[in-house]
């Protein structure tokens, strides 16, 4: 059993593109950066801290308080049924952050209209980095695996930016846009990873899930 700890529909459907069967749970964690850390490192302390926090609240990581992961991977793809967990040491936990910086410093999630304002506006014009982590718990096994993606913007106008922002884009995406979505006429040039910059790194997540074993994506 494959479980995706996420409430990102973006995730989902990348995940479903792999053609594995997964069931989803939301990882509730702090998502604040700690202090002299780095965008990158954020985001895979974040995918890891996501992951575990679902293992330990379903009782599949043997050690909540520890934080050793021991869920155990049965080799089975099964969806199961959405409320119930099932065989707890036959699941394996696949979580992912996302983080989008300019420089050192991390955007985040808008939380109001101006702050998407202003966040499209450094966009504007500049080249940002979108760091995007892949976690997997499986048995006693943890990996990770990062994509750093470089996208550029095109100078946006006010109009521009008063339009997207009249739309719920932005308020629930990392940088305050989804390439996925109208903002990725905004973009000129990417180097890296699309599907890291939608969510989900998905060269990187099949790697994973073929390394612990959990399945042949």
């Known amino acids: 059993m494959l479980i995706l700890a996420s409430e990102s529909p973006r995730r989902r459907m990348l995940l479903a593109q792999l053609g594995v069967a997964f069931r989803v749970e939301v990882a509730a964690v702090d998502e604040r950066r700690l202090a002299g850390e780095s965008p990158a490192e954020m985001s895979v302390r974040l995918a890891l801290l996501k992951a575990r926090s679902v293992a330990a609240r379903l009782g599949i990581d043997g050690d909540s308080g520890g934080g050793r992961d021991t869920s155990r991977d049965s080799g089975r793809d099964n969806p199961g049924n959405p409320g119930a967990i099932g065989d707890a040491e036959a699941a394996a936990v ?9 420089g050192d410093e991390s955007l985040g999630k808008p ?9 499209l506006r450094r966009l504007s014009g500049a080249t940002h980095t979108v760091y995007s982590a892949v976690a997997l718990l499986a048995g006693r096994r943890a990996a990770h695996r990062l994509s750093a993606t470089a996208v550029t913007f095109a ?8 339009q997207y922002c009249d739309t719920d884009e932005p308020y ?14 905004f973009v000129t040039r ?3 990873s699309y599907s890291g910059v939608v969510g989900l790194p998905l060269w990187e997540t099949r790697a994973l899930l073929r390394e612990l074993g959990v399945a042949r994506a």
């Open 94 to 102: 696949l979580a992912g952050d996302t983080v989008v910086a300019i």
């Open 111 to 119: 939380v109001d209209r101006a702050h998407a304002v202003a966040m």
């Open 155 to 162: 100078g946006l106008d006010a109009r521009d930016i008063e």
């Open 172 to 185: 629930d995406k990392a940088g305050g846009y989804g390439i996925q979505g109208p903002a990725g006429a």
């Open 190 to 192: 990417i180097n890296g």
